[in-house]
């Protein structure tokens, strides 16, 4: 089982940065080169959509179209942590942030509990 935790969301002015992080545990995560990790969105009243990918493996990395050149997904494998670092924030990018593991090889999926994100304008 792998356990995946959020956090570091908040309110933020538009134009603005925040930083999240999602640190995960778990024994099979020990084998991290079978993982990408990534993060999605969900804003109020619309359906949960991807923002960003990393694979643990390769550092390759894929963002969706509405967040290239604001957003990176670093990583620090010592940790066993994935961040998000936002900037140049714009009010539609309020949302709830999940952080979700995928492993390669069995195509389990785990979801962290989300955290909340509001940039004002």
């Known amino acids: 089982q792998v356990q995946l935790v959020e956090s570091w969301g908040g309110l933020v002015q538009a134009g603005g940065s925040l930083r999240l992080s999602c640190a995960a545990s778990g024994r099979t995560f020990s084998f991290r080169n079978i993982w990408n990790m990534d993060w999605y969105l969900q804003a109020p009243g619309k359906e949960r959509e991807f923002v960003a990918t990393i694979s643990w493996c390769s550092g390759i990395t894929v963002y969706a179209d509405s967040v290239k050149g604001r957003f990176t997904i670093p990583r620090d494998s010592a940790k066993v942590t994935v961040y998000l670092q936002m900037n140049s924030l714009k009010p539609e990018d309020t949302a709830i942030y999940y952080c979700?593991?995928?492993?390669?090889?069995?195509?389990?999926?785990?979801w962290g509990q989300g955290t909340q994100v509001t940039v004002s304008s």
């Open positions: 979700h593991a995928h492993h390669l090889m069995t195509s389990n999926d785990y």
